[in-house]
């Protein structure tokens, strides 16, 4: 009997070991739960019923591991003495449940708040001693 599909063969990096050989067409749920987090590459082989053969690598990322989150520096941030960081890390968990605590980041207030803040403050303040004054009247 001869194969009359095209075979695939799927790869990670360079490991000479394929972690499935499937006949195509095929919908695969491909798991990452076993990857570290970082860059790999997907190579795919494919064989036709003829023997000849075609390669695909596509390069992606792997983030299964825990999300962080800092606050106080940035990329390629100039530093010197003490500041404040802010970290926090958390997990997307089972996928199952959503577990609210730690899970979303506290962030510092921006500065156009206190600036409006300021300002509705001030202009709160001219308002209530002209009214109490009488003032321009």
Do not use: C
């Not at 802010?86 to 600036?115: H, L, R």
């Amino acid at each position: 009997m001869t194969k009359d599909k095209t075979t695939v063969l799927l790869f990670i990096d360079e490991d000479p070991h394929p972690i499935a050989d499937l006949e195509t067409p095929i919908v695969f749920d491909f798991d990452t739960s076993k990857l570290t987090d970082g860059e790999h590459t997907l190579k795919i082989v494919s064989k036709s019923p003829k023997g000849r053969e075609g390669i695909r690598k596509i390069k992606f990322t792997v983030k299964n591991g825990p999300s962080i989150s800092i606050e106080g520096l940035k990329e390629n941030d100039v530093v010197d003495g003490t500041f404040p960081l802010m970290i926090n890390a958390y997990d997307k968990g089972n996928q199952k449940s959503f577990i609210i605590e730690g899970s979303e980041t506290p962030q510092t207030i921006p500065v156009w708040i206190w600036i409006i803040v300021i300002l509705f403050s001030g202009w709160g303040a001219y308002y209530l001693i002209t009214y109490f004054t009488g003032f321009p009247y």
